[in-house]
């Protein structure tokens, strides 16, 4: 996560998704930004939708009115201290590449979100990938699998966000459905949008409350790709 990121089009749709969950789970939220710095792009700047209430304003219109308020804040420091995301905790430290200080960052985060059932991990990316493993150069910019394993061991249920790479994407939603299944005993589920994929690894406690939230979110979001995949 970037704070130049903040408040775009994909927000809108992570934001309406955590509410959601949250509030037909009833889970305390925590967010694990994986905060990375500003690169100086231009990545983030899809904010069209704020201009276009008629088509986004109904899928949350609290969210969106929210967002509309503090959008000109480049800056995740604007979500947190809103109440759009209830009673959630936060991470915002910056990632490390280097793998002593990442295992030191994520033993600090984990602390901070102990109390938290379901934790949101919001890397630049996605999850790890075999070409950047912890420890190199931009490995900042995914979340480890194994602190999504280290993380479902201690109770927590996930939601991981994942941008779609240049592949078929039915076979790689597959593909990582089985990969944190088979890591983490989770029984998994995934919301797609137009260039990325969220996953949830339900704790089998948690299953049934998350697993509540799909009628809430097909409501919600029946126009704005926001779908079960």
């Given at each position: 996560?970037?704070n130049?990121?903040f408040?775009?089009?994909?927000?809108?749709?992570k934001y309406?998704?955590?509410?959601?969950?949250?509030?037909?789970?009833?889970l305390?939220?925590?967010?694990?930004?994986?905060?990375?710095?500003?690169?100086?792009s231009?990545?983030g700047?899809?904010?069209?939708?704020?201009?276009?209430?008629?088509k986004?304003?109904?899928?949350?219109?609290?969210?969106?009115?929210?967002?509309?308020?503090i959008?000109?804040v480049?800056?995740?420091?604007?979500?947190?201290?809103?109440s759009?995301?209830?009673?959630?905790?936060?991470v915002?430290?910056?990632?490390?590449?280097?793998?002593?200080?990442?295992?030191?960052?994520?033993?600090?985060?984990?602390?901070?979100?102990?109390?938290?059932?379901?934790i949101?991990?919001?890397?630049?990316?996605?999850i790890?990938?075999?070409s950047?493993?912890?420890?190199?150069?931009?490995?900042?910019?995914?979340?480890?699998?194994?602190?999504?394993?280290e993380?479902?061991?201690?109770?927590?249920?996930?939601?991981?966000?994942?941008?779609?790479p240049?592949?078929?994407?039915?076979?790689?939603?597959?593909?990582?459905?089985?990969s944190?299944?088979?890591?983490?005993?989770?029984?998994?589920?995934?919301?797609?949008?137009?260039?990325?994929?969220?996953?949830?690894?339900?704790?089998?406690?948690?299953?049934?409350?998350?697993?509540?939230?799909?009628?809430?979110?097909?409501?919600?979001?029946?126009?704005?790709?926001?779908?079960?995949?």
């Amino acid at each position: 996560m970037k704070n130049q990121y903040f408040g775009d089009r994909n927000d809108y749709r992570k934001y309406g998704l955590l509410r959601a969950l949250a509030e037909a789970s009833r889970l305390r939220l925590g967010v694990c930004w994986i905060m990375t710095a500003d690169d100086g792009s231009t990545d983030g700047k899809f904010r069209e939708y704020l201009a276009q209430p008629s088509k986004w304003r109904a899928c949350d219109a609290p969210l969106y009115d929210g967002l509309l308020e503090i959008a000109g804040v480049r800056s995740v420091e604007a979500i947190e201290t809103s109440s759009l995301l209830g009673d959630a905790r936060f991470v915002t430290t910056i990632v490390p590449d280097h793998a002593a200080q990442r295992r030191e960052w994520f033993a600090s985060a984990s602390a901070t979100l102990a109390e938290c059932p379901l934790i949101f991990f919001d890397p630049d990316n996605g999850i790890e990938v075999r070409s950047c493993p912890p420890g190199r150069r931009n490995s900042s910019k995914y979340v480890a699998w194994h602190e999504l394993e280290e993380a479902f061991r201690r109770g927590h249920s996930l939601v991981i966000y994942q941008h779609f790479p240049r592949r078929e994407r039915r076979a790689f939603i597959a593909e990582v459905t089985e990969s944190l299944t088979s890591r983490t005993g989770a029984t998994v589920s995934a919301y797609a949008t137009p260039s990325v994929v969220f996953f949830i690894a339900a704790q089998p406690a948690h299953a049934s409350a998350l697993a509540s939230a799909a009628p809430l979110i097909r409501a919600r979001w029946p126009h704005a790709q926001l779908r079960s995949a």
